[in-house]
């Protein structure tokens, strides 16, 4: 390269900044470089300073979906059979008119019902969903999709008991001396709370791991307790009766802040170490250890993740677990209390946002996806519009969702950044853009922040934006006719207003001005950041702890036994889990952040089945089977099968993924998917 030409390289190159907007707690502030119109490297800044400038090697890489040969670049109609992904290119104009005619004419044949929108918002923020397409599908009065794949049973117990108090926030983890991490995996799925993690062994906590899987590094653990999937909730309410039986109740504090707390000892006393810790087949001194070390410390924190949640005893594992600071009285200084999702502290105005209300027309679970598309007739879903979302992957009961998907007369169009296994069954495929190419705003779940991210380079093809579509078939369909949608900067001020909760700017000042300034805007609580009854109370009616929250939840606490113990399911004895890994953000991105998936059994499991490590199985039961290569590995506990959450079809051998062995059952309070219910069976393939 000549001197002129690497001058005007470097004259062309540019670092923009802009914050991730995928499904993690922590949500990172990026300075991506730019060169030449195209994004030559991501990395962390430190505009918010939980990123500290280190980001995941998932987002790191991000340029692989952004460039890849998997990425949507023009509309297209489907031209051979569904799931072949044969496909012709057609213009936007045409994409637009045949989506709103056939919406149309599903709408005026069989009501807006027979339209469901299909999507979750993990890896969106407040423009990108729940914005124009609310306005969209509330327009057309379609059946309400029911979010419940993950942090349902979770969101609710955080109402119910606490009113969604604001959370503990990463850096006073660093005050506490004992930590109970609780079906969470920072490691994988939440990395900048590492760092906090090992400042606070450097001090001299304790940190202590509740999980089926070894999964923090060497030296980090001081106590493990691999529970059987499920367990959970016997296991916490064990504690809480251990405590109880050794007098270590705080009862001044539940007397002062918590009402139905006598209840709960009631319901936790015949859980007895040896009756619990058969169901979570440990040892009960192991059970005892661990309460002991909780209540010994002070001040104690309790992380609880969503792998508690992942089961039919999800509402009562995710109950006692964040019951236990309570009762042990560990509230009231910097590093007590709990940490699960900060979203409720935003305090939402979700309809302000999409400028119309909710109706009330019918729910659908979207873990019953499956059953919805095959079974529902009053009136049945003719119409599917996917977005933000790959449920022939993600969903519960993989086999009946794919058959759905099959419909010949169900017309379905999916919007995406890249062929995933869902777009493969689209009638007509619209390109979406990526984090990188739109404008989004994007509220942290982990910690408190708000940032806007803002397109780095122009959009990849003929990809829109979720804004920008929606906007358009808004207007097709003559909902828009006098086009005053907020878009734009508009939308961006309604949904900064629409945020309730004490954000940087409540006074009245412009919010969206101090965005652009400061790149980012922090949640303004009393002092340097929320301390649970110190500064912070629960969002209750009356301020308290709803320990027993009979009137939202029939039966508080209830445990259900082991689907192994129900007639006929002794066949399959091994649970399986899905664990969140280093490779994918849910199923984004494991276009390329996997090329082989494989199960991992413990070793006295493989031995007992003749299994080699490396050698090909077939994992299985009554609903299918997947086949993959074996990993032994004593990472997990005897009993469980680990195959992970995100991978595609592609990514094993006979075409499935795990949950085509996960039945599509909910918990009972909430309506929470239960893939760690699944039991399966491994045998050579």
């Known amino acids: 390269m000549s001197p002129d030409a690497k001058l005007a390289a470097a004259a062309d190159r540019h670092v923009a900044h802009t914050v991730c907007p995928l499904d993690c707690p922590d949500r990172c502030s990026l300075d991506v470089t730019v060169e030449a119109g195209r994004v030559t490297a991501i990395d962390g800044s430190r505009v918010n300073p939980v990123t500290d400038g280190f980001i995941c090697g998932k987002v790191r890489h991000f340029t692989k979906r952004l460039y890849g040969p998997e990425r949507l670049l023009h509309p297209m109609r489907r031209t051979g059979p569904k799931g072949s992904g044969a496909f012709t290119a057609i213009s936007w104009d045409e994409a637009i008119a045949t989506i709103a005619e056939r919406l149309a004419r599903v709408r005026s044949e069989r009501g807006g019902e027979a339209i469901l929108p299909f999507c979750y918002g993990g890896s969106n923020g407040l423009l990108t969903q729940d914005a124009a397409d609310a306005r969209l599908f509330r327009g057309l009065g379609a059946s309400r999709l029911l979010r419940t794949v993950c942090a349902e049973p979770t969101g609710f117990v955080a109402r119910v008991l606490y009113g969604k108090m604001p959370i503990v926030d990463f850096p006073d983890f660093e005050a506490a001396r004992f930590i109970l991490v609780w079906g969470a995996n920072p490691r994988e799925s939440n990395i900048h709370l590492v760092p906090y993690l090992k400042a606070a062994k450097a001090k001299g906590a304790r940190i202590a791991i509740v999980d089926p899987r070894r999964i923090a590094g060497e030296g980090m653990v001081d106590l493990h307790l691999p529970v059987w999937p499920g367990s959970d909730a016997a296991v916490a309410l064990a504690m809480i009766a251990h405590l109880d039986r050794e007098g270590r109740v705080d009862r001044g504090f539940l007397e002062r802040h918590a009402t139905g707390w006598e209840r709960l000892l009631d319901a936790a006393r015949p859980w007895t170490l040896e009756r619990a810790a058969a169901a979570a087949r440990v040892e009960p001194r192991a059970i005892a250890a661990l309460a002991d070390a909780y209540a010994d410390a002070d001040p104690a924190l309790v992380r609880c993740g969503w792998g508690v949640e992942r089961n039919r005893n999800a509402e009562s594992a995710v109950a006692a677990i964040l019951a236990l600071p309570a009762i042990a009285g560990k509230f009231g200084k910097r590093g007590g209390g709990y940490c699960l999702s900060a979203s409720g502290s935003y305090r939402v105005d979700h309809d302000a946002v999409a400028g119309t209300p909710e109706p009330p027309t019918r729910p659908i679970n979207m873990n019953r996806l499956g059953r919805a598309l095959l079974e529902e007739t009053t009136p ?63 509220t942290a779940y982990g910690t408190y922040s708000v940032m806007l991210g803002t397109p780095v380079v122009a959009p990849a093809g003929e990809a829109k934006s979720n804004e920008e579509v929606f906007t358009l078939l808004g207007r097709a369909l003559g909902l828009d006719p006098d086009r005053r949608w907020a878009t734009g900067d508009a939308q961006v001020t309604q949904a900064l207003a629409a945020i309730r909760g004490p954000l940087e700017g409540s006074d009245g000042t412009d919010r969206l001005a101090r965005l652009r300034e400061a790149g980012i805007l922090r949640m303004d609580f009393p002092g340097e950041a929320p301390v649970q009854f110190g500064s912070v109370f629960p969002n209750t009616s009356d301020r308290k702890i709803h320990l027993w929250p009979e009137a939202e939840w029939s039966r508080p606490y209830e445990v259900l036994p082991d689907p192994e113990e129900r007639p006929g399911r002794g066949r399959h004895p091994l649970a399986l889990i899905s664990p969140a890994t280093d490779r994918s953000i849910s199923s984004t991105l494991a276009e390329y952040g996997f090329k082989e998936a494989v199960v991992t059994l413990h070793p006295h499991d493989a031995a007992a089945r003749r299994l080699q490590d490396g050698g090909l199985v077939r994992v299985h039961n009554d609903l299918g089977e997947v086949i993959v290569r074996l990993k032994v590995s004593d990472e997990v506990r005897p009993g469980v099968a680990s195959l992970p959450k995100g991978i595609w079809n592609r990514h094993t051998k006979n075409g499935r993924v795990g949950n085509t062995l996960v039945p599509d059952d909910i918990s009972a309070a909430s309506g929470g998917a239960c893939f760690n219910d699944a039991r399966v069976e491994v045998a050579m393939a």
């Open 380 to 442: 049945p879903i003719q119409a599917l519009f996917v977005y933000n979302a790959n449920p022939a992957a993600t969903i519960p009961d993989q086999g009946r969702v794919l058959e759905g998907l099959r419909r010949e007369d169900l017309f379905t169009v999916v919007f995406e950044q890249v062929m995933t296994d869902t777009a493969l069954y689209a009638d007509i495929l619209l390109p979406a853009t990526t984090f990188l190419e739109h404008t989004d705003l994007s």
